[in-house]
Structure formats: C-alpha cells, structure tokens
C-alpha cells in the first residue's frame, strides 16, 4: 500500500532524514518512534505528499483520496458548527454519503448534542473527535496519525483507539508517530510493526513489536536532532 | 473537480460573510477612498468619468488584496490546508475554489462603490453598458486569477498584505488601464452619435486586450499553483 526506498531530506544544511526504508501493508498498524526532533513528522508529511524528498522514492498504491491524516491541529474551522465542518469536509471526499451519514458520525463520535454549536467554543477532546468524525467520512486506506492523542482525555483516547482499530480491521493501513507512554504500552499488544528513528536515520524496524521493549528507552533517552 | 471548487468557494463565502472582519474591512477601506476623494474634489468642477473610474479600480484593486489574504488565511489556523490537499482532485480545484470566491465578493463590493460613486461624486453609467459589463467581468477574472494564486504565494508570511500588493499591482497595469480607459468612458456623459463607433472600436481593443491578460493570467495560475501550494520542497 505504502513503499518509501531510500527516502533523504534535507532542510539547507540539516540532515532530517537520512536513507529510509519503509512500508505499511493493508490492515497494518505501525508505530513510527523516536525522540524529538528524529524526523518523525517530516517522514508522515513525505508518505502524505505533503513535503518532497530530497532522494528516494515514494510508491502508493492507493485510490485517489485514499490518505487521511490526523495530527495535533483539527483542520477544522472554529467560525463553522460541527454539522457544517462534517459536511465540508464530507462533501470534500468525493465519495456520494448517505442521507443519515452525518447525524451518525456525530453519534458515533459522542458529539450529537453539539451539531449546531460552534467548534470555537469546542474543548481540546471535543474537537479531536470531530476530525476523527471528518476523517472517518472519507474512509481512508492509508491513514497518518501524528500524535492525535496528545492531549486528550482517558474516554477521548479510547474513542481515537477504537475507531482507529476499527479502520485497521476494515483494511486500513495505520502509521501512528507517538510520544505519549500510554500509546506505547499499546504498542507491544496491538501493533503489527514498530519503526525507531534516531537523529533521522532508521534505527529499526521490527514486526514483532512485542520482542522491543527497550525501544522505549531509546526513543525515551536519546536526545533527538539530524544535525 | 468543479464541484469540489464550488463547493470550497460556497464554505469561503459562508465564513467571510458570516465572520464579516475581512469582508467590512474591504468594503470601508473602498468606501473611503471613494468618500475622501469626494471630498479633494469638492469645490471644483465635477468630477469626470475618468476621475471616478480610477477611483473605483483603485477601490477594487486594493479591497481584492485584503479578500485574498483573507480567504488563504481560513486554511492556516488549524492545517486545514493539509485535509485540501488530501481531497481527490487536483491541487487547481483549490486555487478555483478561492478564485471563485474572490469574484463573487469583488462583484459585490464592486456594486457598493458603483452605488458610492453615484452618491459621493455623482456618477453613474451613462453610455456603453454592455461593453461596460463585458469589461467590468473581464478585469475582474484576471484580478480574481492572479489574485488567487499571489494569495497563495503570500499565505503564512507576516506582511502578506504587503507582499500581495508588491506582486499583485505590478501585473494588473495592463488590465487596470484598459479597465479604467473603458469605465471612464461608461462613467462619462453619453457620446454625441459621431463619436459613438469611434469609441466603441477603442473599447473593443481594449477588451481584446483584456482577454488575453486574462488567458495569460488563468494559465499561469494552472502551471505555477500546485508549486505554490502543493507539495512543498
């Protein structure tokens, strides 16, 4: 679904990324680690398009509009209710939803009670949800998580985790880039595979998460930084 | 790849008419510009075509830099831009979608100030009015073209109002002037018979003129957005 061959990038004279080899399969979960600064967003943002590699190669096998992407910030518009984010964001998809598609994602994302109030006046957790909601519109293939849990609550995260599951059953690929020690101890039961960066080099990259306990250390201790 | 633009330019407009900063801030910005330049002129003979349609261009010049910058910025606050990006259609369908919105609220405003100038310097189309509309529409796809697409160049900089006008004004001389040359001749008193072909062969190169602004400014637009706005380097 997803391949990147020797993936380089630079920014001016900063290595961030150094030589990488990746891929996600269908109904995966990987969880991309390291410290700050190892250049684990910059690697979301070259398997999203969102950013050009400097050498290497990107190959997606995926129908158009087939990547989500969840990070911190909820690309949702605080002037907007929760409906009408749902249904720009919806109507963004390219996909026909049915009539009752919206007023469901709501339910299922515990936010019913709110369709008509603004997301400005939303909480961190509650806005969280409803991009999960936009994103969930689209039925992705490959989705990029870049720390979506930071900051939300117990029942929020476990919401994020059962709809994300949810997608993977359904045949999603999952890269999740992750600091929150919660997440990690997630990461030995749930996760197909675990990739470390340090300082932008891949320090592995392992199907059996459950045998890597001490990658925590790494990503947890290692000061982070391509330079 | 339509749709997807009308539907972006649907949302734009909602939050730029519903916020109403950006939209009030251009439409007092050209209001007063009209009303002080009422006021220069007071006092002296009144105030020709020409004097009015420089006004109104200048007007609609300056309030288009304000809405593009404004309709980029709604993509910054929260990634937005990203989640467009991820839509299943090319990267132009967005620069449309801004350029759509962009025409529709410089039509708006340009309405306020035709009403303005009849008010505060006592001008109103009087000769041409379909050749008049024909240019009024032709200049405005080429300031809504190049406008979005300069809008995307300056979106996340500090001085992107400065850094639009910089960019934008220098290319839109070609097409302010035929817009001005051709208003001022709407905006005038109505042309004895004799002079009527005469001036009508002279607007008629000017639209030409025009359209090929606009043919040279929507094709740039179509290269050079998915550089600007895509996937960056």
């Avoid at chain 1, 994103?135 to 919401?159: K, Q, W, Y």
Wanted: charged content about 15%; some cysteine; proline content about 4%.
């Amino acid at each position: 679904m997803l391949r990147l061959e020797g993936v380089t990038k630079r920014y001016g004279e900063r290595l961030i990324l150094r030589d990488i080899d990746f891929h996600a399969a269908a109904a995966s979960l990987t969880y991309l680690a390291g410290a700050n600064g190892a250049g684990k967003s910059t690697l979301l943002r070259i398997m999203g398009g969102f950013t050009r590699p400097d050498q290497g190669r990107v190959i997606r096998n995926l129908p158009p509009g087939g990547i989500g992407y969840l990070g911190y910030e909820t690309m949702l518009y605080p002037e907007l209710t929760a409906l009408e984010n749902l249904a720009f964001w919806g109507k963004t998809t390219g996909r026909r939803l049915p009539k009752n598609a919206l007023p469901t994602m709501l339910e299922r994302m515990e936010l019913a009670p709110f369709a008509h109030d603004a997301v400005g006046t939303f909480s961190r957790g509650m806005s969280q949800r409803l991009s999960l909601g936009r994103l969930l519109l689209g039925r992705p293939r490959l989705l990029l998580l870049d720390e979506p849990e930071t900051g939300l609550d117990a029942a929020s995260r476990a919401l994020l985790l059962r709809e994300v599951l949810h997608l993977r059953q359904e045949g999603a690929a999952l890269v999740w880039v992750t600091h929150s020690p919660e997440t990690w101890s997630l990461a030995g039961e749930i996760a197909g595979a675990v990739c470390v960066l340090l300082k932008g080099k891949r320090l592995s990259f392992t199907e059996r998460p459950g045998e890597c306990g001490w990658l925590r250390t790494v990503c947890g201790e290692q000061a982070g930084g391509g330079r | 790849m339509i749709r997807f633009s009308l539907v972006l330019a649907a949302k734009d407009l909602w939050l730029l008419l519903r916020g109403g900063a950006a939209f009030a801030q251009a439409l007092l910005l050209g209001l007063l510009l009209i009303f002080l330049f009422s006021l220069a002129a007071s006092g002296e003979e009144a105030v020709g075509g020409s004097g009015a349609a420089v006004i109104f261009w200048l007007a609609s010049a300056f309030c288009q830099t304000l809405i593009f910058t404004a309709l980029y910025a709604v993509e910054e606050g929260q990634g937005q831009r990203l989640g467009l990006l991820l839509a299943p259609v090319p990267v132009q369908a967005l620069w449309l979608g801004k350029a759509l919105a962009g025409l529709a609220v410089l039509a708006l405003l340009q309405l306020v100030f035709l009403i303005a100038l009849a008010v505060f310097l006592g001008r109103s189309p009087e000769a041409f009015p379909i050749q008049g509309g024909a240019m009024l529409a032709l200049a405005d796809i080429g300031i809504a073209a190049s406008g979005s697409l300069l809008g995307a160049l300056a979106r996340g900089r500090g001085a992107r109002e400065s850094l639009c006008s910089i960019l934008l004004f220098p290319l839109l001389i070609p097409l302010l002037l035929g817009a001005v040359r051709v208003s001022s001749m709407v905006l005038a008193e109505a042309p004895n018979p004799a002079l009527t072909a005469a001036l009508g062969g002279e607007i008629r190169s000017w639209m030409e003129l025009a359209a090929a602004f606009d043919a040279i400014f929507l094709a740039a637009a179509l290269v050079l957005f998915p550089f600007v706005y895509g996937e960056e380097g």
